[in-house]
């Protein structure tokens, strides 16, 4: 049996029951349409500019065209992601594969760090060696870029939002703000000769789309390393869990995402007597959940002195 594929044997396994999580681990399809003819209108594009930008000589426009490449990346990821995202749990994977979607938001993210460094060395070198840029050509084209960058970020915004869709939008907006440089670039070197101003442009839209991708990556980073969700204070957590009657102590205690906005707790909790055990549970899943918006819960009670059920 191929491994994508769901086990019929072990669908029970992956089951909720009553009392239990209501979360899936699995992803409904969103949107693919709307990536798919997203990713499309991008590549296109980036090829016209990648050869106008070779032709004109301009640092602005080979660098829109290099972002709309990584923009093409980003939402060919993106539409992978979903994919591999709506497969449900198997018995290789138990946890399903919404995992995919932070994975392709963080290799983009790289992708961009990669290419804003590639840019501000190129824009260091022109500017101490400036070359002839042809201005006419870099206005037009990047004119007809921003155009097609407002379409695709129209497409995306209309679309479900994902950690991974919201990248490939940064992505496009930033490509917006590339494109918007290239407009003034060449409209500058067409009417002045100034031909300095495309690096100079370029190494500020550099800037803007590091901020906007330091934020993607560090969001995509923290969901893979299992970190605490941001709207969970953890320490909060376990001092919830002790001030419930017929709780002693609280260890080895584990707060993270299942998925994104799906957070889940693990942990060891130290009771009076284990015959109390269901009356603890139900107040601890019920301060866990009314308080702190978990409600994927997996407790294992203790006894003291360290007996377990």
């Known amino acids: 049996m191929p491994a994508h594929r769901a086990d019929p044997s072990s669908a ?25 003819i ?8 980036a090829v016209v500019e990648v050869v106008t930008g070779f032709i004109s000589n301009s640092l602005a426009l080979i660098a829109d065209a290099g972002h709309m490449v990584t923009d093409a990346a980003a939402l060919g990821l993106a539409l992978l992601a979903q994919l591999i995202a709506a497969r449900p749990p198997s018995a290789r994977h138990s946890f399903g594969f919404v995992r995919a979607e932070a994975l392709a938001a963080f290799v983009n993210s790289l992708a961009m760090l990669l290419l804003v460094g590639w840019i501000a060395w190129q824009a260091g070198q022109r500017l101490l060696h400036p070359e002839h840029v042809q201005g006419g050509i870099v206005l037009v ?6 155009g097609i960058n407002l379409l695709v970020a129209w497409i995306l915004s209309r679309g479900t ?36 101003v ?4 370029s190494i500020f839209v550099s800037l803007l789309i ?69 009356a603890v549970l139900a107040a601890v899943r019920a301060v866990l959940r009314d308080k702190h918006g978990i409600d994927h819960v997996t407790l294992q009670p203790e006894a003291a002195g360290g007996k377990s059920l």
């Open 161 to 196: 939002q994902s950690i991974n869709t919201r990248a490939a939008l940064v992505n496009v907006m930033g490509d917006l703000l590339g494109s918007l440089a290239a407009i003034a670039a060449g409209a500058i070197i067409y009417f002045t000769g100034w031909v300095r």
């Open 38 to 45: 997203a990713l499309g209108l991008t590549l296109l594009f």
């Open 210 to 278: 590091l901020r906007s991708t330091i934020g993607i990556l560090r969001e995509s980073y923290h969901f893979l390393m299992e970190g605490v969700p941001s709207q969970i204070d953890y320490l909060e957590v376990g001092a919830s869990l002790k001030s419930v009657e017929g709780v002693l102590d609280v260890h080895d205690l584990h707060v993270w995402d299942m998925s994104p906005g799906h957070p889940a707790l693990i942990g060891h909790l130290e009771i009076a007597s284990l015959d109390q055990w269901p």
């Open 198 to 201: 495309d690096p100079i442009l």
């Open 141 to 146: 084209v990047a004119a007809i870029g921003a």
């Open 12 to 36: 029970h396994l992956h089951a909720h029951l009553d009392g239990d999580a209501r979360h899936a681990h699995f992803i409904e399809a969103r949107s693919q349409s709307t990536l798919a």
